[in-house]
């Protein structure tokens, strides 16, 4: 039977070590990065009629969070909460932007959440965050 006997080099095992204890925070910041971008293309691609309106305030990003089921690391942008229209009256956020994104019989549909989506441009804002953590060669 063959045997094979090798050795890791030390600063290969520290780098690795280094990874762990800085992988979860890399990645809370990682994700955070992401948000931040998709909430600059989502405030580019608002319809004009919700630029000035009140319901701009509901638009969040959440705290960074790990899921317990999977332990995954996330970090959220959506509309919450209540705003008032220009009438006057209370309405749920998320109820409005999803009546923008999809449509309804009498409204016609003006996404804007899908658009603002582009991975390329998500993964690239990560990768930046990434960079910072991995040791330079």
Known sequence: M??????????????FEQLDV???KMMRE?????AEAVNRKVLKNIPKSLQGSNIMKCLKITKTYKTK???GINTKVAFYGYFTN???????????A??????TS??????????????SDIE??????????????
């Open 124 to 137: 690239a804002e990560m990768k930046k965050v990434q960079e910072k953590y991995l040791p330079k060669e």
């Open 2 to 15: 063959a045997r094979f006997d090798g050795e890791i080099p030390n600063d290969l095992l520290k780098e």
């Open 30 to 34: 990682m994700t955070k990065a992401g």
């Open 86 to 96: 220009k009438r006057g009256v209370e309405e749920p956020a998320p109820l409005v």
């Open 69 to 71: 089921s999977d332990d």
């Open 98 to 103: 999803n009546i923008f994104e999809h449509g």
């Open 106 to 119: 009498t409204v016609r549909k003006q996404p804007f959440m899908r658009k603002s989506f582009n991975k």
């Open 22 to 24: 800085n992988t979860e």
